[in-house]
C-alpha cells in the first residue's frame, strides 16, 4: 500500500530554475514530513523537514510547503544548481511511530 | 563522531543461501532501523531495533531478521533468498525510536541474488 505518492518521476531543469516536487499522503496521523536527499552510491540524507503545525519552512534555497487540507506537500528548490542534480524522496512518519513511509523518488537532473 | 557504516558494500548470493549484513551506528545513537531499497524505488522500511530489542516491523517475512548489540551496532540476516530479495540494503541510526528524530543513512550493501 503506498502511502505516499509523489511526482514527477523524473525532473530536467535549466541552471538558475526552480525544482517543484510534489507528495500527497493518506494517513492523517503523519505528522512528520521529511525529504531526503540521495545521490548515486549513496544513502540518502535529510535535507529538510516539516510538521503540519506549519505551512511553510525555508531553508537556503530549499523550501517546503505544507497543505494539510488537502493533504499535499512540495519541496521547492530555487536557483537549481548542477550539484542538485539528485534523487530526492519525500517521506511522512506518524507521532510515536517507528517507520518512516517513503513515496518513490524523484531524479533530478539540472542542465549546466 | 564518526557516521554510520555498512559491510560489506558489495555482495553476490545464489539462491537458497543466507545472508548476514552489517551496520555500526553513529555515535551516540541507539536506534537501528533496516531498510530495503529496490532499484529505481523508494526505501521500505524493514524493522527498527531500540536498546537491543525489536520495535518494529514492516511487511516483510520471518526469513528476515535482526539483532542488535550492546554497542548498538545491528546485523540483517535473510534466510533462503530469493531473486526478488536482490536490493540496496540501507541501515539507519537515529537518536531515538520516536518522535521526529531524523535517520542517519550508512550507504548501503547492494546485494545482488543470481
Known amino acids: 500500500q503506498q502511502q505516499v505518492k509523489q511526482s514527477p518521476q523524473s525532473l530536467i531543469v535549466q541552471k538558475g530554475g526552480i525544482s517543484i516536487i510534489n507528495c500527497a499522503y493518506e494517513n492523517t496521523a503523519f505528522d512528520y514530513f521529511p525529504w531526503y536527499q540521495q545521490f548515486p552510491g549513496k544513502g540518502p540524507a535529510l535535507l529538510i523537514a516539516?510538521?503540519?503545525?506549519?505551512s511553510e519552512k525555508k531553508e537556503g534555497r530549499f523550501t517546503i510547503s505544507f497543505n494539510k487540507s488537502a493533504k499535499q506537500f512540495s519541496l521547492h528548490i530555487m536557483d537549481s544548481q548542477p550539484g542538485d542534480s539528485a534523487t530526492y524522496f519525500c517521506a511522512a512518519k506518524r507521532a510515536g511511530g517507528f517507520k518512516t513511509i517513503f513515496g518513490a523518488g524523484t531524479r533530478l537532473f539540472v542542465k549546466a | 563522531e564518526t557516521g554510520v557504516t555498512q559491510s560489506p558494500t558489495h555482495l553476490i548470493k545464489t539462491r537458497g543461501q543466507q545472508v548476514t549484513l552489517r551496520c555500526s551506528s553513529q555515535?551516540?545513537?541507539?536506534?537501528v532501523s533496516w531498510y530495503q531499497q529496490a532499484l529505481g524505488q523508494g526505501p521500505q522500511f524493514i524493522f527498527q531495533y531500540y536498546r537491543e530489542e525489536e520495535n518494529g516491523r514492516g511487511n516483510f517475512p520471518p526469513r528476515f531478521s535482526g539483532l542488535q548489540f550492546p554497542n548498538y551496532s545491528s546485523e540483517l540476516n535473510v534466510n533462503a533468498l530469493e531473486l526478488d530479495d536482490s536490493a540496496l540494503y540501507l541501515c539507519?541510526?537515529?537518536?531515538?525510536?520516536?518522535?521526529?528524530?531524523?535517520?542517519?543513512f550508512g550507504n548501503g550493501t547492494r546485494l545482488t541474488v543470481t
Open positions: 555515535s551516540g545513537h541507539n536506534t
Open positions: 539507519a541510526s537515529s537518536l531515538d525510536r520516536g518522535g521526529d528524530s531524523p535517520l542517519h
Open positions: 516539516i510538521r503540519p503545525d506549519v
